[in-house]
């Protein structure tokens, strides 16, 4: 377990390099010359030359590379172009409001697609699981921002018990966390329930059945705890999703998230904000995965002790 | 004749499916006597897995159905339980081994916790006295390092261990009846015999009966005291395992007794085997299910299907010994 977990980590350096690599190759090509989106109509080339110099955009790519590499280690990406902001510092600002939003709706979501899909499972063939499949549908499928829009309308106008934006209180997120989960909720139930039909199918579940197990045991241990496994991989990667900003949903609540963060980043052709927030997002996917590949392990033995062993 | 530990009346196990009905076990009745080995012998899809799976109130419904019968254990119908009541049968008075050893334990808990888990599902033991009987049953079943194995996982063990493992999960609250679905199909010929052996000398340790399922009349010769035939669905022939080898009365029966290798035999001369397949459920012949494959089938087999009769101390369900033969080889 202890050499799968560094042979991972290391793994994940190596990758984390390659990406600040393509970002930055990538950020050299995007078309559009940020000083002078910076300095609109009053640019004279003589000016823009000694800004580029200030920025350190004249040196060679791959001293500008070592740089950029320098300062993403220490998490130092630069100031914005624009609002001046430390970067770093715009990044955690966007990250909390982010994160809030992002865990509430990873709750509501796992909180409802997982069980409806293990009911739906048990109950498979029945008038009730068509039910859950379909709405499961709609929620995969309709659109974040119209459902978004539903719930202001509902919640915030016509009842109007919950705030339709802002992003003060733990109620201010609750339309925001249930329109970003929805997708979520809908496609967690589909793979839960298409994996616990595929764990109640096997052997192993007949053995329980035969030994004198309860049903509720069955399922909920025997049955369960296989089918988690391929659960774990999609909704790590829904979690990851979500941590890197939804911008529409964050547009539709005004809620300065990460996704906002992103958007005025590129229109700004904001390139320190740009790269820090890509490297952002680079960042929570390689931790998620990892995370996710440990989790496998802690859930499978088959992978914790290697396989094959007889 | 010993007691009866369980008697199956007329049990009919049917399935719906979008083919049609397909009567995969249809009135069969039989018993099995306190302390003695069932063998029940017949090729693939014959029904001997649903006979069993429908003692252990383990039939899928839907698509199955029970539609007749009564399965009468210790003198109870098991069919007029309910769920609660059959729980408390399973594993414990009633337990199972199946064919697959490789598959049949979960492969995300311990050996030790799957057999702690049917201890404590039955019998009043805490966790450490569950742990001590559970490594003292491994020990039972032969299992080297029993200690280590108890914390170890399912792919861990070999092929064999595994199915030694489900032998001591279904006696450790030792049960009545041990029912053994084909346990050694799936293993290799010295696993196997060393498994038969082990079989055989739980049950005389602790005089648990035993249904044996197998297609393998080779593994009937070891274990059983009586041998049960099955045929799409059907009882054959039903009779003691000194008879059923001395003499096969039923054609089926000698055609598989013929597909048994002998040891004396000449590498030359092939092995014969039973011509044809058995009939699918939605082809089922009018007369005697077996009278496409027979070869000594006549019209009356056609016509009408044989009733199991009794027929030199055993019951056989063939015309070849009935009066009706008579007269029709002599029309
Ligand atoms: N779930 C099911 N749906 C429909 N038919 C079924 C189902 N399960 C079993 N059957 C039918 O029941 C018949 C008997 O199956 P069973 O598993 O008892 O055979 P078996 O004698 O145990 O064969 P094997 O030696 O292959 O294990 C099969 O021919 C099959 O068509
Ligand atoms: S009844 Fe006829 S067809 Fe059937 S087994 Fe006997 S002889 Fe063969
Ligand atoms: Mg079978």
Redesign the pocket.
């Known amino acids: 377990m202890l050499s799968y977990t560094a042979k991972r980590l290391g793994q994940t350096v190596f990758v984390l390099i390659g990406i600040s690599l393509i970002t930055f190759v990538l950020l050299q090509v995007v078309p559009g010359d940020p000083v002078a989106l910076m300095l609109e109509k009053r640019a004279d080339p003589e000016t823009i030359a000694k800004i580029r110099h200030e920025l350190g955009l004249d040196l060679p790519y791959h001293i500008q590379y070592y740089n950029f590499l320098k300062g993403a280690v220490r998490l130092d990406f630069g100031t914005s172009y624009f609002t001046k902001e430390v970067v770093s510092v715009a990044l955690i600002r966007s990250f909390k409001v982010t994160v809030k939003l992002a865990c509430m709706a990873f709750v509501f979501a796992a909180a409802i697609g997982i069980p409806c899909g293990i009911f739906s499972a048990v109950k498979r063939g029945k008038r009730i699981d068509s039910v859950v499949m379909v709405l499961s549908i709609i929620g995969v499928s309709a659109p974040a921002f119209w459902f978004a829009i539903i719930l202001q309308i509902i919640f915030g106008l016509k009842l109007d018990i919950l705030p339709i934006s802002g992003f003060d209180g733990v109620s201010c997120y609750i339309l925001p966390s249930v329109a970003l989960g929805a997708r979520y909720a809908g496609s967690m139930a589909r793979i839960t329930r298409t994996s616990m039909l595929e764990v109640m199918g096997q052997d192993y579940i007949r053995t329980a059945k035969a030994k004198g197990a309860s049903r509720w045991s069955v399922i909920m241990k025997h049955a369960l705890k296989n089918a988690m496994i391929p659960i774990v991989t999609l909704i790590g990667t829904d979690f990851g999703y979500m941590l890197t900003g939804s911008m529409l949903i964050e547009k539709v609540f005004s809620i300065p998230g990460i996704g906002k963060l992103a958007v005025d980043a590129m229109s700004n052709r904001d390139l320190p904000l740009l790269e820090g927030t890509v490297m952002y997002i680079a960042f929570v996917f390689v931790i998620v995965n990892l995370i996710v590949d440990l989790s496998y392990a802690f859930l499978d033995p088959r992978i914790r002790y290697g396989k094959g062993a007889a | 004749m010993g007691e009866k530990l369980l008697e199956v009346q007329g049990l009919k196990t049917w399935?719906h499916?979008d083919a049609g009905l397909?009567k995969?076990?249809n009135d069969v009745s039989f018993f099995v006597e306190k302390g003695k080995t069932l063998g029940i012998v017949?090729?693939?899809?014959?029904?001997?897995?649903?006979?069993s799976l429908s003692i252990m109130g383990l039939v899928?419904t839907p698509?199955?159905e029970i539609a007749g019968g009564k399965i009468l254990f210790e003198g109870e119908d098991l069919l007029e339980k309910t769920e609660e009541e059959m729980r408390s049968i399973r594993g414990k008075k009633i337990a199972m081994i199946f064919?697959e050893p490789m598959t049949s334990l979960n492969p995300v808990f311990t050996i030790g916790q799957q057999l702690i888990e049917t201890l404590m599902l039955h019998e009043n033991l805490t966790k450490q006295q569950a742990r001590e009987k559970g490594i003292e049953m491994l020990k039972l079943v032969k299992i080297p390092l029993a200690e280590k194995r108890f914390d170890e996982y399912p792919h861990q063990l070999s092929g064999g261990m595994r199915q030694r493992v489900m032998i001591a999960m279904a006696l450790c609250c030792s049960p009545k009846l041990l029912i053994c679905?084909?346990p050694t199909t799936a293993l290799d010929v010295t696993i196997q015999a060393q498994i038969l052996e082990l079989i055989n000398e739980l049950k005389e340790q602790t005089g648990t009966s035993v249904m044996m399922?197998t297609?393998d009349l080779g593994v009937i010769a070891e274990v059983a005291d009586d041998v049960m035939v099955?045929y799409a669905?059907k009882v054959v022939e039903h009779a003691t395992c000194d008879q059923i080898f001395e003499k096969p009365m039923h054609p089926y029966t000698y055609g598989l007794m013929n597909c048994i290798p002998k040891l004396d035999d000449d590498d030359t001369k092939e092995l014969s085997v039973i011509e044809g397949m058995v009939p699918s459920?939605d082809d089922m012949p009018k007369g005697c299910a077996f009278c496409p494959r027979c070869p000594e089938a006549m019209d009356i087999c056609r016509e009408k299907m044989p009733k199991l009769s009794e027929a030199e101390g055993r019951m056989v369900r063939c015309f070849k010994y009935t009066e009706e033969w008579e007269e029709s080889s002599h029309e």
């Open positions: 399935f499916t397909s995969a076990v017949g090729e693939s899809g014959c029904g001997k897995s649903i006979t899928q698509p199955g064919q679905d084909e399922i297609h099955m669905g459920f």
